[in-house]
């Protein structure tokens, strides 16, 4: 059975309290996975005062959790010269670890932050501020309608 987790805009608080207890430092890059990414990169971004958000934007299932194709574009980020730069990859959830696995490949030497992971992924972040049960469905402020 599906559990449903909501999470609540006090989350904010959540990642700062977690950014400092860890001692993050301050990346020369955010990348933010598309879309879910987004909105917690935003909050990385404003905590250490930085203007610019790069996006990776990855496609690798259709709505029946069927591969179909891995599309990878990373904006603002030279992909020959990706050691150049100290890199956060950010997401709202790691389910499988597969995202992050995939663009580990493209990007070995980054760190990865999440907000959530659930219990059985098999590819961690570097950061992760609450793991939840593998059933959980967890719903995020910005996506109820």
Request: with cysteine.
């Amino acid at each position: 059975m599906i559990t449903y987790k909501p999470m609540f805009w006090g989350m904010k608080n959540k990642i700062i309290s977690y950014i400092i207890e860890k001692k993050i430092k301050k990346p020369d890059k955010i990348i933010a996975i598309s879309r879910g990414g987004l909105p917690i990169a935003t909050i990385i971004a404003h905590y250490f005062n930085m203007r610019d958000i790069c996006i990776i934007q990855i496609s690798h299932y259709d709505e029946n959790r069927e591969q179909i194709r891995l599309d990878m574009d990373v904006s603002g980020v030279n992909l020959k010269h990706p050691d150049l730069y100290n890199i956060l990859i950010v997401d709202d959830i790691v389910d499988t670890g597969d995202t992050f696995r995939l663009v580990k490949q493209v990007l070995p030497k980054a760190r990865y932050f999440s907000f959530c992971v659930k219990e059985g992924s098999k590819h961690l972040p570097n950061y992760k501020c609450m793991i939840v049960k593998d059933d959980s469905w967890v719903v995020f402020p910005w996506e109820i309608e």
